[in-house]
């Protein structure tokens, strides 16, 4: 299967009783469960015990607790807190071997008309005047082979120069705007849709983090964990379609950093609003 293909078979659960379902790992895989596959499956748990199919999501916070084992399949307990006409609230249990991964709050909501009013988005190069990831990893291959190697079911134009390049420039960067979509066409269901956002939006929102102080994976000495993420849903999104994702860091303290962003469509609307909370150790060279 292709990297795509990978991803919808992972969102694809298995369910075995009214509110318990399994998820599978793909083939390639970081040394624990990555962080947004753990969202976005626990996300469809979620949203496959609604009793409305037509209520769209408001917030996600999940905090991430032990690592997955990617060799073990995954099971997602589903609590259902809340059902009424207009609102809806679920908690979800990743768990391997009784062993709790992370645990997720999930609000819906159908709120209706009223006030409207967002930041406006950055000003960037259209994603088809940009290189593809495949051409900015040319040539660092030895430098940064996890993200070579990684599954990439996602197509990302960077509007800027990734932290690889950006270090071997000598460079700092204190945001990253990256321009993504799913790599391949998905059905017409607006939970795979967010699913896929949510598992990208724990791509590049730490990267601020580092690039701020000129460092870069695969050149320093970094250990990142994420701890907790949330996102909050403004509107529906097509992830068929281009979404700019924009990030940066507005604090790194006690050897923990905060990534920012938000995600528009390609008109500019605003999309999502996307917090993490990330582990960051970073260890100097020792000059001698």
Request: aromatic share 10%; glycine share 8%.
């Amino acid at each position: 299967m292709s990297d795509f293909d990978e991803l919808l078979a992972g969102l694809d659960l298995n369910r075995v009783a009214d509110d318990r379902f399994i998820g599978c790992h793909p083939t390639k895989n970081p040394m624990r469960t990555f962080g947004g596959q753990l969202m976005a499956q626990s996300f469809v748990a979620s949203s496959r015990t609604l009793t409305r199919d037509d209520l769209p999501p408001s917030a996600l916070s999940v905090h991430f607790i032990n690592g997955g084992d990617t060799s073990k399949d995954i099971e997602f307990q589903v609590t259902r807190l809340r059902d009424e006409r207009r609102f809806a609230n679920r908690r979800v249990d990743a768990v391997q071997d009784g062993v709790l991964l992370s645990s997720a709050m999930i609000s819906y909501m159908s709120g209706g008309a009223g006030l409207e009013h967002a930041v406006e988005p950055p000003q960037v190069p259209p994603p088809h005047s940009l290189p593809t990831i495949g051409d900015l990893l040319r040539g660092y291959e030895k430098t940064v082979p996890h993200f070579v190697n990684a599954l990439q079911p996602i197509e990302w134009r960077y509007t800027n120069d990734p932290a690889w390049v950006m270090r071997d420039k000598g460079g700092r960067l204190a945001y990253n705007r990256v321009w993504v979509k799913a790599l391949g066409v998905l059905p017409d269901d607006p939970v795979l849709h967010t699913a896929t956002m949510l598992y990208s939006s724990d791509t590049t929102v730490l990267d601020s983090v580092i690039t701020t102080h000129g460092l870069s994976w695969g050149y320093d000495r970094i250990f990142a964990a994420s701890a907790n993420h949330s996102v909050w849903f403004h509107r529906p999104v097509d992830f068929n379609e281009w979404v700019l994702y924009s990030t940066s860091s507005p604090v790194a303290a006690d050897s923990r950093g905060l990534g920012s962003g938000h995600i528009f469509d390609s008109s500019g609307q605003l999309i999502a609003t996307v917090v993490q909370e990330g582990v960051l150790k970073y260890f100097p060279a020792v000059r001698r």
